[in-house]
């Protein structure tokens, strides 16, 4: 019976939807359609028919119940899609869905007994309406999606809602990227009097089993609508099957899913109903360029929770919870291997907790496959501290702020010389491997305009540390080469003019560094204190761009000039170098480094409402989106590259005065 159901409704590619007019009039805007040119496709007719054919009416009573209401759905969803790329995605989707659900539904009603439990002739009394009563369920089990799922703009830029009426003039579409999955079932009883005639409600009201059941599934109580819900949900998951390839036959197998999996879809359900980024306090979680950053406690809490809801049993104690997590790395352990963090949340707005927060720390990329679907960044720090609220190794160095992920160096190989930003990652800000030493980073060739520009000026001024390179020198120079034009004495005089040795200069001189303590206690022959000293940072950012194994102003660069200034991406310049030049990539040898290159003053503070920052921030506006970086903004940009022409990075927009 069900193999002769299903071949009455297997869409080949010959079946698609396939609308003669010219719908699409420009790139992206839609001309409306009436009803009859929307159902006028060999497919949707079929449906129509089938319809029916499992109703027994007369013609007229056929139109004024059924037929005019499934025109007004065609009406009001239009060419809209069912998914953004899941089941019928394509132009026209939400219709052959919704179509193609009460189809199958009426099919699948013929296999109950409705009322439940009733005898024959009450059966018989309420044949229709049982039928009705799945007919307008059917039609608005998905109507919601055009309402919260899917933004549609008419043409002169009015925001169209599904409760307005047709649209009559052309319109375009965009799926909202913060939607929430949860609510476009709940909102179906909003549309029961535009879709449902009068008529029907005043009969289906004088039956409160089944008019109850329908009131129930369209305001989103499915568990409360019985029978019903049994028979819209099993069509919907037909449609969807056979919409994807799948085999229908197995829909009512159970696939056995691993505890790691049902771990993994809890963490993000409970994730994406968080308040995020809160400004002003209240909020559960804080995404910075570093990590996300959620509170321990009310997400192990939630895990457990949802995961019981699901029928999954679950260790009863919290900290059971984030062994799992962390055993199945879907938390990053501290550097003592354990799950808490303590950090200090501070707002750029002035928010701050007085005591330390216990969170969770996890890459950005375990909630979030698609870049595009995260929150903006915290306008503000997470500062990794002490239980006790002390900070581990310095004090005020501003960590957790926004950086371009290193891994987005690699979904960025061809842009060639745009710099399209729409496509950075906002995640960690330098992904290191163990294994990843000196001799194993490759430098890639610079094909930017910065890279052109600086071909054309070969030589750096003779005053400003650096001695000119012969015109006959490959441009890809190596650091090693550069090094070696590069005199010692020659930097350190100039060096010395930039950065007068104060007294302070000479405490952080003599302030050993955790890593040279680390490395004297391995009994490591380096001499750390000559490696992690700004002036060997200033000296290797230098050399760097002379060398051109250092990007500007790119998409994954450290570098950008903004406003005829030098930013510098923090914390990940000072992570880089701990990494390429120490082979660290340990949080408090590059704080430490920060630390000293904050106190030098070099860099220009940011000065508003009262108060004053070391870090400024840029707004990346690219073609889809925008985002944010944060660093040090350095005026004197002769200090890192001489007197070489200065082209500021026309994607960044600083936040804040800079006069």
């Not at 819209?232 to 036959?249: C, E, P, R």
């Not at 691993?258 to 809160?278: D, P, R, T």
């Not at 992920?405 to 710099?419: A, L, P, R, V």
């Amino acid at each position: 019976m069900l193999k002769k159901f299903l071949t009455l409704f297997r869409v080949t590619n010959a079946q698609k939807n396939s609308i003669t007019k010219e719908t699409l009039i420009t790139k992206g805007w839609y001309e409306p359609l009436s009803a009859s040119e929307l159902l006028n496709t060999p497919l949707r007719e079929q449906y129509l028919t089938d319809i029916w054919r499992n109703v027994s009416m007369t013609p007229q009573m056929f139109n004024t119940l059924y037929r005019e209401p499934i025109e007004k759905y065609a009406e009001i969803v239009q060419l809209l899609p069912a998914s953004e790329s899941h089941h019928h995605a394509h132009v026209g989707g939400m219709l052959d869905h919704g179509l193609e659900v009460l189809s199958v539904a009426l099919k699948l009603r013929q296999n109950y007994v409705l009322p439940p439990n009733s005898p024959p002739e009450e059966q018989a009394k309420q044949r229709d309406v049982w039928t009705a009563v799945v007919i307008y369920a059917a039609l608005l089990h998905d109507l919601g999606k055009s309402a919260v799922d899917i933004e549609v703009v008419l043409e002169d830029q009015r925001r169209w809602f599904p409760w307005q009426g047709k649209i009559d003039i052309p319109y375009r579409f965009r799926y909202i990227k913060s939607r929430d999955y949860s609510l476009h079932p709940v909102i179906g009883g909003i549309f029961a009097q535009q879709f449902i005639p009068k008529e029907a409600l005043n009969w289906l009201a004088e039956f409160p089993t089944a008019f109850s059941a329908l009131m129930y599934f369209i305001n989103g109580h499915s568990d409360k609508a019985g029978v019903l819900a049994d028979i819209i949900q099993k069509a919907d998951q037909i449609s969807v099957t056979m919409a994807l390839g799948g085999d229908i036959q197995k829909i009512g197998e159970k696939t056995q899913i691993s505890f790691a999996k049902q771990l993994h879809i809890a963490l993000k359900e409970v994730i994406n109903g968080m308040k995020l980024n809160a400004p002003k306090g209240g909020g559960e979680g804080w995404l910075t360029s570093d990590a996300l950053w959620v509170m321990s406690k009310s997400t192990a809490d939630k895990i457990k929770a949802y995961l019981m809801h699901q029928g999954v049993p679950v260790p009863s104690q919290n900290s059971r919870i984030f062994d799992e997590l962390q055993a199945h790395k879907l938390i990053e352990p501290t550097t003592e291997n354990t799950a808490i963090w303590y950090g200090k949340v501070t707002s750029h707005s002035g928010w701050t907790h007085n005591d330390p927060f216990s969170l969770l720390r996890i890459s950005p990329n375990v909630i979030w496959e698609n870049i595009g679907d995260r929150p903006s960044l915290f306008e503000g720090l997470v500062t990794v501290v002490g239980k006790d609220g002390k900070n581990k190794v310095v004090t005020d160095v501003e960590v957790g702020t926004n950086a371009i992920s290193e891994s987005s160096i690699k979904n960025n190989d061809t842009i060639g010389s745009e710099f399209l930003f729409n496509n950075i990652e906002t995640s960690p800000n330098v992904t290191l491997t163990p294994d990843t030493n000196e001799q194993n980073i490759v430098t890639e060739p610079e094909s930017d305009p910065m890279s052109a520009y600086l071909d054309l000026f070969p030589t750096l001024d003779e005053n400003n540390f650096s001695t000119a390179l012969p015109s006959d020198e490959p441009d890809n120079i190596s650091t090693e080469t550069a090094n070696k034009k590069l005199s010692e004495t020659e930097y350190e005089t100039t060096l010395s003019k930039v950065i007068p040795v104060t007294t302070a200069n000479k405490k952080l001189k003599e302030k050993k560094s955790p890593l040279s303590e680390v490395k004297a206690k391995d009994k490591i022959v380096i001499d750390s204190d000559d490696l992690l000293t700004t002036e060997n940072f200033i000296k290797w950012v230098k050399e760097s761009i002379i060398a051109k194994s250092i990007h500007i102003n790119k998409p994954d660069a450290k570098l950008h000039f903004v406003e005829d200034h030098l930013f510098m991406v923090t914390p990940a310049i000072f992570q880089l170098y701990t990494k390429e030049k120490l082979g660290s990539d340990k949080q408090e040898d590059w704080e430490f480094l920060q630390k000293q290159f904050q106190d030098l003053g070099l860099h220009k503070r940011l000065y508003a409402d009262g108060d004053s920052w070391n870090i400024w921030s840029c707004d990346v506006v690219g073609q889809k989106k925008t985002s944010s970086l944060s660093g040090y903004l350095i005026e004197d940009v002769k200090l890192f590259v001489g007197n070489k022409p200065v082209f500021n990075n026309h994607w960044l927009k600083l936040k804040g005065n800079i006069k």
